[in-house]
């Protein structure tokens, strides 16, 4: 029997009896009762095991999952629409350990808001801007940028907008409209229906929630094709710019 379990009380509350029942605890008056208690028991004990899960972000589930993340962050991360639990958790433990006040910073948590990497521009910063040897190859249209002293504390990101799920089983304009239980559909959409979108609001917010107290970030968003980046020391490449790693 299982621990904990209504038979599992029910025997250990007869080996407990008090001597005057005699040799009859076995009766099916003493059993019948001894059985509603272990089943009493038996479910207080389920509910206990339950909440002693929930105290834990990596054991929580459902709706105190959601709570604890209004706990930690008074609404800034909520769950998305469908969400699981095991993705929910997952944002909340990297949130609350997530880098701040670095340009790295500011380029993680983009990365993992987006699936994309941003391309940063510091205009007093060399590595940007390029310099007689120093930093990448630099030349008109290809890399760097012009610096310039009078903008202390300031930067310059684009940021790019994720290619989002869509609206599931809705095709998009001019795709074919599929077939009887195929996808696609047509239906009248709007932005509101679209699952597993991040916005513009939401972008905003992720680089504020990071920036360096004082530091002026500039964000340009953009929709432009996936960028592909990978990691070289300190140095994250991207096929059209160059966010470099604090």
């Not at 510091?122 to 930093?135: F, H, I, K, N, Q």
């Not at 096929?239 to 604090?246: E, F, N, Q, R, Y």
């Amino acid at each position: 029997m299982a621990t904990g379990g209504s038979q599992d009380v029910a025997a250990r509350l007869r080996t407990v009896l008090p001597p005057w029942f005699g040799d009859t605890p076995s009766s099916p008056l003493v059993g019948g009762v001894l059985a509603g208690l272990g089943t009493g028991h038996a479910a207080a004990y389920t509910l206990l095991q339950q909440v002693i899960q929930q105290t834990r972000i990596r054991t929580a589930s459902g709706g105190f999952l959601d709570m604890i993340a209004w706990d930690f962050f008074n609404g800034r991360l909520v769950r998305k629409t469908a969400e699981s639990d095991a993705s929910l958790q997952a944002r909340i433990l990297a949130e609350i350990i997530r880098p701040r006040a670095t340009r790295a910073s500011v380029v993680r948590v983009l990365v993992d808001l987006t699936g994309r990497a941003p391309v940063i521009f510091e205009p007093t910063r060399p590595l940007d801007t390029g310099a007689y040897g120093v930093g990448a190859v630099t030349g008109y249209g290809v890399a760097g940028g012009y610096g310039s002293l009078s903008l202390p504390g300031q930067a310059f990101i684009t940021a790019y907008r994720p290619a989002t799920s869509g609206i599931p089983l809705v095709n998009g304009y001019g795709g074919p409209a599929g077939g009887y239980g195929l996808p696609s559909r047509m239906q009248y959409a709007n932005l509101a229906m679209v699952q597993g979108s991040v916005t513009d609001a939401d972008i905003y917010a992720a680089i504020d929630s990071v920036k360096p107290a004082g530091a002026t970030l500039w964000t340009a968003i953009s929709n432009a094709p996936p960028v592909l980046a990978t990691e070289t020391g300190a140095i994250l490449t991207t096929s059209d710019g160059v966010a470099i790693l604090a």
